[in-house]
T-cell receptor, first 113, second 109 residues
Framework: KAGVTQTPRYLIKTRGQQVTLSCSPI?????VSWYQQTPGQGLQFLFE???????NKGNFPGRFSGRQFSNSRSEMNVSTLELGDSALYLC????????????FGPGTRLTVT | GQQVMQIPQYQHVQEGEDFTTYCNSS?????IQWYKQRPGGHPVFLIQ?????EVKKQKRLTFQFGEAKKNSSLHITATQTTDVGTYFC?????????FGAGTTVTVRA
């Protein structure tokens, strides 16, 4: 089975811009979660989607949003980028929203200048 | 909200030695998972513990879930250079997953 894929792998944006990141889960997995990873803060939960519905949300401002499509693929969007948004954004898929075992993608490295 | 602490934050180990990393939660957990992230890589699922006092082994790695289901440990014996990386615990309660900050392991050959 192919693993979780994320595109793009690397991205450089300037402050004030917006960005959209994409995630394709493992085939058959219906839950997708997004995390932000920075050296100082570790893995911070952004949100989780299951069956196109946001099931859980972390403590991030409204500039961070996401969605899930009927094929379980997911996108996250960050608007009005700030320097502090520079991070590795990881997507993880699991079978359902009641399955804890997470399979992570390689991540998108976002740099905001 | 749920607080997860991992100790130590950094572990410098001589090759061949043993070490243990700990994960402590402020609340009782449904289950706990462990992940390993190699430098430059992404977290990879290692194992899930569900039952109170559960112990699972994977080769040189031994995982234990506390009796009160509020803490867990990962013990690695005879550390090898392939053990380098950051080990995260993922704590689940009410279908919400919180990660510890991780223990970053370096190995001296």
């Amino acid at each position: 089975k192919a693993g979780v894929t994320q595109t793009p792998r690397y991205l450089i944006k300037t402050r004030g811009q917006q960005v959209t990141l994409s995630c394709s889960p493992i085939s058959g997995h219906r839950s997708v979660s997004w995390y932000q990873q920075t050296p100082g803060q570790g893995l911070q939960f952004l949100f989780e989607y299951f069956s196109e519905t946001q099931r859980n949300k972390g403590n991030f401002p409204g500039r961070f949003s996401g969605r899930q499509f009927s094929n379980s693929r997911s996108e996250m969007n960050v608007s009005t980028l700030e320097l502090g948004d520079s991070a590795l954004y990881l997507c993880a898929s699991s079978l359902t929203d009641r399955t804890y075992e997470q399979y992570f993608g390689p991540g998108t490295r976002l740099t905001v200048t | 909200g749920q607080q997860v602490m991992q100790i130590p934050q950094y572990q410098h180990v001589q090759e061949g030695e043993d070490f243990t990393t700990y994960c402590n939660s402020s609340t009782t957990l449904s289950n706990i998972q462990w992940y390993k992230q190699r430098p430059g890589g992404h977290p990879v699922f290692l194992i899930q513990l569900v039952k109170s006092g559960e112990v699972k082994k994977q080769k040189r790695l031994t995982f234990q879930f506390g009796e009160a289901k509020k803490n867990s440990s990962l013990h690695i014996t005879a550390t090898q250079t392939t053990d380098v990386g950051t080990y995260f615990c993922g704590c689940s309660n009410d279908y919400k997953l919180s990660f510890g900050a991780g223990t970053t392991v370096t190995v001296r050959a």
